[in-house]
């Protein structure tokens, strides 16, 4: 995710605006920025790439001589990662500087407005339109010009504001996206995350949706956006510099399963339209997406298994049919891409080198390609026809989490969409679906505050050495990836089968206490599901059971029941994917083993 810092005091800003953006280098980011007053004009340096470059553009930041600045580290949203979407950006004239960290949602409508009063774009970000917009309210007070722009914004935002007519202050605001400010001696400091201040203060507050901070260099005052003054109590932090920069979390990646829900809310939010699906970057018509014949799913991985849950969801709802394929065996099978096939390429990375094999193989063979990628202006993103991106933020641990559920979202909306041009679904049926959606991010919280149910389940298994996920349908999928988690991360040898191949061969393996995880969250198919159950528990296995609240019957199949909150049977993935991360991190979390960097395995998969 973005960095932003912003410093005003008696010290030279630049120095200490590059030392807080190196201290959030660990976020991740593809270029960085800073802005500072110098007393007459704010100066900007910006480079696309590592902070080094800039720090060497800048001389260690001593072109921009100043006391009052703004800096930015950028992991790109909208437009390519370079040098002029880099961040900060500036109004016309050059004397508003702007950081911000989340997303603009309805960037492209205040755009139009500005474009019509005569306000000229320089970048692709919707960032800039904060700085016009800004301009176009300022009237000689800073105050009143940012809570207007907060009326008018929708979407998420952490701001770092600096006024070429206000050279002794500094200003932040913040709605869903984290900031905190501190009191340095002889300044005052902002920054995105906790790392970036440690070294000038360990008092800061906390800033709240919709508040702003005025600061100079010996005060700080806090405001509603009804420009009321507010008061806020500091909080001391204990951390040290490693625990802060995991936001206090032991690992990326329990810190990462815990932004599943904003990540989920930030992929699903800007394609929900009143009560339509709007995915805009598709870039088809509903003539085009009405004469697609078949989608082939391609990809590695948890992707692959997201892409799993994709085809039982678009068949199911939208009825067309779906392939999913491995993307190192799609490209070297000689491949059959009908006309009216669209190639959906899913990849986190957007680098994974059989994923990008496989899009080249596609198009070579005349196919569409429509790339879901998180990382923007990666390989994948620049070489698909038209890309949705899943709006998870930059992913540190190598056992993927929060872009997998995005994952799962993005297929969600792309099956509603189809389903709805299609005529497969009604106009209240898609309200319900919508709803059930938009529910998500709250029940994924909930069964994450389960965790100790979990964790104390997982430390009787630590020393296990085969654990099975069996599931049918969708359950199927979701096993997949719930077997990945565990064994990637702990190293217990785990396999996923569909319930209706156990007795193909696989049953031989259950005895006297192996652990088997039975996914049943299709109502249809509980029946089937739980004399699968019984056929291994007869034959020793303890069996942990995933179900939907109200599947009663299973309690008295099952060993351990845990139950996922009511969704329709199509969403069922994106919660009990929950539990399951959790067990598979707690299991590893007990065997001591380096969760955020297991052995053997590297986060993006450049190589063959
Ligand atoms: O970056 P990608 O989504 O293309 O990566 C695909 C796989 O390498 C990735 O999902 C991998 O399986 C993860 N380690 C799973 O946690």
């Known amino acids: ?154 979407g998420s935002y952490a701001l770092g504001i600096i006024f070429k007519d206000y050279p002794d202050e500094l200003y932040a605001v913040r709605k869903d996206s984290p900031l905190i400010v501190g009191n340095t001696e002889g300044g005052s400091i902002i920054a995105s995350d906790v790392p970036a201040v440690l070294k000038y203060t360990r008092d800061v507050y906390f800033i709240e949706n919709e508040e702003i901070v005025r600061m100079k260099k010996d005060s700080m005052e806090f405001f509603n956006v009804d420009e009321e003054a507010i ?125 990008l094999a496989a899009l080249r193989e596609s198009h070579a063979r005349g196919a569409k390609v429509l790339g879901i990628v998180n990382v923007v202006g990666s390989s994948i993103a620049r070489e698909a026809d038209n890309v949705m991106y899943t709006w998870a933020g930059p992913e540190i641990a190598v056992a993927t989490t929060k872009a997998y559920s995005c994952q799962l979202i993005a297929l969600y909306l792309l099956a509603l969409k189809f389903s709805k041009v299609r005529g497969q679904i009604s106009d209240s049926e898609l309200s319900q679906y919508i709803e059930d959606l938009k529910r998500i991010p709250d029940q994924v919280e909930l069964l994450l505050n389960n965790k100790n149910k ?29 077997s990945l988690k565990l064994k990637e991360i702990s190293y217990i040898h785990s396999e996923a089968y569909a319930a209706g191949e156990l007795k193909h061969g696989t049953i031989s393996l259950i005895e006297e206490g192996t652990l088997v995880t039975a996914v049943l969250t299709q109502e249809d198919l509980y029946k089937k599901m739980i004399s699968n159950v019984v056929e291994v528990r007869t034959r020793g296995a303890f069996v942990l059971a995933v179900t939907n609240e109200g599947n009663d019957e299973i309690k008295r199949a099952a060993d351990y029941v845990i139950y996922i909150p009511e969704t329709n049977r199509f969403f069922t993935n994106s919660l009990a994917i929950i539990p399951l991360q959790l067990f598979g991190y707690y299991i590893a979390v007990g065997k001591g083993c380096d969760v955020d960097k297991p052995r053997n395995l590297a986060k993006s998969v450049t190589v063959e």
């Open 1 to 154: 995710m973005c960095g932003i810092v912003g410093y005003v005091g008696e010290k030279q800003a630049a120095p200490i605006l590059l030392d807080g953006l190196s201290k959030l280098e660990y976020r991740g980011y593809d270029s960085a920025g800073i802005a500072v007053f110098d007393g007459e004009k704010i100066n900007m340096t910006k480079a696309k790439g590592r902070l080094k470059v800039l720090e060497e553009l800048t001389h260690d930041g001593a072109t921009l001589p100043g006391v009052v600045g703004v800096g930015h580290t950028r992991w790109a949203t909208h437009g390519e990662p370079s040098d002029v979407n880099a961040h900060p950006h500036l109004n016309q004239k050059g004397t508003i500087a702007v950081v911000h960290n989340g997303i603009i949602e309805n960037y492209l409508k205040l755009k139009k407005k500005l474009t019509g009063k005569g306000y000229k774009f320089v970048s692709d970000t919707d960032t800039e339109v904060i700085a016009h917009l800004l301009d176009y309210y300022y009237d000689g007070n800073p105050l009143r010009a940012i809570t207007k722009v907060m009326h008018r914004m929708e």
């Open 231 to 355: 008061e806020k109590e500091s909080t001391h932090i204990e951390w040290d510099v490693d625990a802060a920069e995991k936001g206090g979390y032991e690992h990326f990646m329990l810190k990462e399963m815990y932004e599943q829900p904003k990540a989920i809310e930030d992929t699903f939010s800007p394609r929900i339209k009143g009560k339509d699906i709007v995915i805009e970057e598709l870039g088809m018509s509903d003539e085009e997406i009405r004469a697609v014949k078949k989608i082939m799913i391609v990809a590695c991985g948890s992707a692959y298994h997201a892409g799993m849950t994709g085809k039982y969801v678009l068949e199911g709802m939208a009825r067309i049919p779906v392939e999913v394929d491995l993307a190192s065996e799609f490209r070297y099978r000689d491949p059959i891409l009908e006309e009216g096939t669209l190639v959906v390429v899913i990849s986190q990375s957007g680098e994974t080198a059989d994923s």
């Open 454 to 482: 979990i964790q104390k389940f997982a430390n009787r298994y630590v020393a296990a050495r085969d654990v099975f996920f069996i599931g049918r349908g969708i359950d199927y999928a979701i096993s997949l990836e719930g």
